[in-house]
């Protein structure tokens, strides 16, 4: 739980962990749920803020304990109101995380890695590499912060936050720690975030969709997806040629057995100009869908975001829409992302910044 600091990160703690340590700590039990409050529900990462807690054992937990562990080094809002954090841990790594309003809700995209390992070709964040998995307490803190900068420290939410695990980082290679967040996030007491509001995206690691089908109450799936065919998707996707596109499928339908009442999954399908946009990769993905029965999926088509210095670019709009009705002409339901943040380089695929001076440079060049 320590992040490079002797002291307890609180905001990782679940309230059984929170009554453990607080026990441990010569206090009363009851505390535990003040301080989880504190923290969860009015979201206070500072223990001189938390003024419903006595002075003195504020002062005393500030001794061997921490409600924050992020500092953010810079903030980017975008023409559409979309806006970045770059963040950082207390050793010094870098985590992004997106705030995305919308009329009816707002959608925060977290991070679950610092940098990532997979080596998707169309992605920027992937040139980083795995920097470090992130805490359960590091990935809640995103969503403290965030919430805290858009409707102030302690203010009330006008409307329901979605989460999803979109941003930088493969959710299901920190498996536990992800788990653990959203179990966290979803306490009554707290920031009451449940996992029917949460989505997360994975590129495809097969045992974990497994295991994730298996959780009682589990988020929502996304499965990047991307390429219809094992050739292709070993070139877009490496990790493909670890779990290949029929054993993802496998997994998905099993997925798909699991699914609530009105639950469905979906495929994100990235659409790189030429390369997986063409009529024929529609054709071959609607048959794929088929071939494996899956009815419960709809197909999120991401068009491209640029980000320098990947080769790939955007598919023309016009073949987006025939991909799109090729899939709808054979009863598949897909829908095209509205690309958010693309100004701030907060779109997806875009998040690789190691330093605010680095985001400036390539955001400026734009
Ligand atoms: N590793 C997980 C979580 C990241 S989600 C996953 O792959 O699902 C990020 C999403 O953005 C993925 O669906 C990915 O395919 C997509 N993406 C990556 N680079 C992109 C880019 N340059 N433009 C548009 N989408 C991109």
Not at 109 to 127: E, M, N
Not at 278 to 305: C, F, G, M, S, W
């Amino acid at each position: 739980m320590p992040v490079s600091s002797e002291k307890t990160h609180l905001t990782a703690l679940t309230p059984d962990e929170m009554t453990e340590f607080v026990v441990g700590f010569g206090e009363p039990r009851y505390r535990a749920k003040q301080i989880f409050k504190q923290i969860h529900e009015r979201r206070l990462l500072d223990f001189a803020e938390m003024t419903d807690l006595p002075k003195a054992l504020r002062a005393k937990l500030s001794e061997v304990a921490t409600a924050s562990v992020l500092t953010v080094e810079s903030k980017f809002v975008s023409e559409d109101g979309t806006r970045r954090f770059l963040m950082k841990t207390a050793d010094g790594f870098p985590v992004e995380t997106v705030f995305i309003p919308t009329e009816n809700r707002d959608t925060i995209c977290f991070s679950s890695q610092s940098g990532c390992p997979l080596k998707c070709d169309f992605c920027l964040t992937a040139k980083l590499g795995l920097l470090r998995n992130l805490t359960a307490g590091e990935i809640v803190e995103q969503i403290i912060i965030v919430l805290n900068d858009v409707y102030g420290v302690a203010g009330e939410l006008p409307h329901g936050t979605n989460l999803v695990g979109m941003g930088a980082g493969e959710p299901f290679l920190n498996f536990e720690n992800l788990i653990k967040a959203t179990s966290i996030m979803s306490e009554k007491d707290g920031l009451f975030i449940v996992p029917n509001r949460i989505t997360i995206s994975t590129a495809g690691i097969v045992p974990k969709i497994r295991e994730f089908a298996a959780l009682e109450r589990r988020p929502h799936l996304a499965i990047s997806l991307s390429a219809p065919d094992d050739e292709l998707r070993d070139r877009l996707m490496p990790i493909n040629k670890r779990w290949n596109v029929e054993e993802l499928f496998k997994a998905a339908k099993e997925f798909e057995s699991t699914l609530r009442r009105d639950e469905r999954f979906t495929f994100e399908y990235v659409l790189l100009g030429g390369v997986n946009d063409t009529d024929e990769h529609a054709e071959r993905l609607a048959v794929l869908l088929k071939k494996h029965k899956l009815r419960r999926v709809k197909i999120n088509l991401i068009p491209h975001n640029a980000a320098e210095p990947l080769e790939y670019g955007p598919s023309a709009p016009e073949q987006v829409m025939r991909f799109k009705e090729i899939l709808e002409s054979n009863g598949v339901s897909a829908y095209v992302r509205t690309p958010r943040g693309r100004d701030i380089f907060a779109a997806c695929g875009q998040l690789a910044a190691r330093s605010p001076v680095a985001i400036e440079g390539r955001a400026s060049a734009n």
